[in-house]
Structures are given as structure tokens and as C-alpha cells.
């Protein structure tokens, strides 16, 4: 499993975790039980309040979800996509909670 952006990555495997996806981006499924509400969204871009958003993303998401079976459903070969370049995003969050409750190392693409 690895992670990317939309805007990089256009390969097979390609998984959808956000709310929306790029209107031209049509070979990828969605996942969207780890998008992150609008509200919660929007919030972060009001006042970038990176400590209650990771709070309130494990609150509204990750805490009610089966990391198992998240991987599971995912599979193993998907690249998880959202619309950030870099910077603090809900993927890496969502990587970083796959590998501490699996034990796996997930890593961001770095080529196409």
C-alpha cells in the first residue's frame, strides 16, 4: 500500500479517500469511509488547527473503523489518493494509523 495525489498519480490501484474526487479522475475506486466530513474540512481551512483536526478525524473516523479490515477492503496493492501535494493531510494520517495498528510501513509515491 502506498499514497499519493491526484494530480501525480494515474496508475492501477488507485483508491479515492476524499469526499470528491477530480472530475477527469475516473480509474479509481472510492473509499470514502476515511473522507473526512465537510465540516470537519472546513473548519481546517478556517483556522488550520492541525491538533483538532487529527483529534476530531480519529473522534469522527479512524476510532470507528476496523483497521483490519480497512486493509482488507483497500487491499494491499491500492494507492490511497486525496487532492493535497504535501503538507498535513488526512492520508498520511490514515497511513500512519494502518501502520501503527498493523505494522506495516506504508509509503507516499514518489514516482508516477
Known amino acids: 500500500m502506498q499514497t499519493s495525489y491526484y494530480a501525480k498519480y494515474k496508475g492501477e490501484n488507485a ?5 470528491s474526487k477530480p472530475k477527469w479522475y475516473t480509474n479509481c475506486k472510492e473509499y470514502k469511509k476515511l473522507a473526512p466530513s ?4 472546513n473548519k481546517y481551512k ?9 483529534e476530531h478525524y480519529y473522534k469522527e473516523i479512524l476510532d470507528k473503523l476496523n483497521p483490519q479490515q480497512v486493509y482488507e477492503e483497500l ?22 494509523w494502518l501502520e501503527l495498528e498493523l505494522g506495516i510501513e506504508i509509503k507516499e509515491l514518489i514516482k508516477e
Open 75 to 96: 487491499g494491499e496493492d491500492a494507492v490511497l489518493l486525496c487532492w493535497e501535494k504535501s503538507g498535513f493531510c488526512h492520508r498520511f494520517l490514515v497511513a500512519r
Open 38 to 41: 465537510w465540516d470537519l474540512l
Open 46 to 54: 478556517q483556522d488550520k488547527d492541525e491538533t483538532y483536526y487529527i
Open 15 to 19: 483508491v479515492s479517500i476524499s469526499l
